[in-house]
């Protein structure tokens, strides 16, 4: 029996949704602070948590940029997969969780369980950060340890599938049983020797979990 981590910026949806709002909303600052990240000066949380604060936008206004964010195609069918494959899905991501909620709800995904960082907001405009699922003792230093959050759901005995294509997936990159990888993390995989499949949008994850479960028939 397999369980199904999957990653959200950058594989539900193609392209990275935080820098896009961050880009559209945050005072342009922000990019020092993905910087000073990229070169390890400070912590994903910390750099995440920073660039909230400089986001400046009315509800609606974020709504409404929300509501043209289209996600990969396959990603609903694969959804069905796992739920026919009995394989609970969650999704683990270092973005928010408001931006997430609305965004698979307008597609109609319902009832998947979603681990984020918490997007709060002021009412005056102004947003902050909570990150109830990170994790002191992960070396990623993310708002959300995917590697601790694995633990949580699924039976025992339960293999981990990751889907993901970035650093924040790279914590739980280096414990799962398997990895649908793109971007660094697939460069990551093949550095490490992780087992991999590279896998560059829903439909190739669809064949090969299919292949996986062998369950052909269902995506054929
Ligand atoms: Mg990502
Ligand atoms: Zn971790």
Same mark, same amino acid.
């Given at each position: 029996m397999w369980k199904v981590m999957c990653d959200f910026d950058?594989? @539900?949806?193609? $392209?990275?949704v935080t820098d896009r709002l961050l880009d559209r909303f &945050?005072?342009?600052?922000w990019q020092f602070v993905e910087e000073a990240w990229k070169h390890g000066r400070i912590s994903a949380r910390r750099c995440m948590t920073l660039q909230v604060s400089m986001i400046r936008a009315r509800q609606e206004e974020l709504d409404d940029f929300l509501d043209t964010i289209d996600i990969d195609p396959s990603f609903a069918a694969f959804v069905t997969d796992c739920r026919q494959a009995g394989a609970p899905l969650a999704v683990v991501s270092d973005g928010l969780d408001y931006v997430i909620d609305r965004i698979l709800r307008r597609h109609r995904i319902e009832g998947l369980q979603v681990f984020a960082n918490q997007l709060v907001a002021g009412g005056d405009g102004t947003y902050r950060m909570e990150a109830? $699922?990170?994790?002191?003792?992960?070396?990623? &230093? *993310?708002?959300?340890?995917k590697c601790q959050r694995a633990? *949580? @759901?699924?039976?025992?005995g339960c293999r981990t599938l990751l889907v993901g294509d970035g650093r924040s997936d790279f914590c739980l990159g280096a414990a799962a049983d398997l990895v649908f990888a793109r971007g660094e993390l697939l460069a990551r995989a093949r550095e490490r020797g992780w087992a991999a499949v590279q896998v560059t949008d829903f439909a190739a994850a669809r064949r090969e979990f299919a292949r996986l479960t062998g369950r052909m028939a269902d995506v054929a």
């Open positions: 950058g594989t @539900i949806v193609p $392209f990275d &945050a005072d342009p600052a109830p $699922f990170a994790a002191e003792a992960c070396p990623a &230093a *993310s708002g959300v340890c633990g *949580s @759901i699924g039976g025992e």
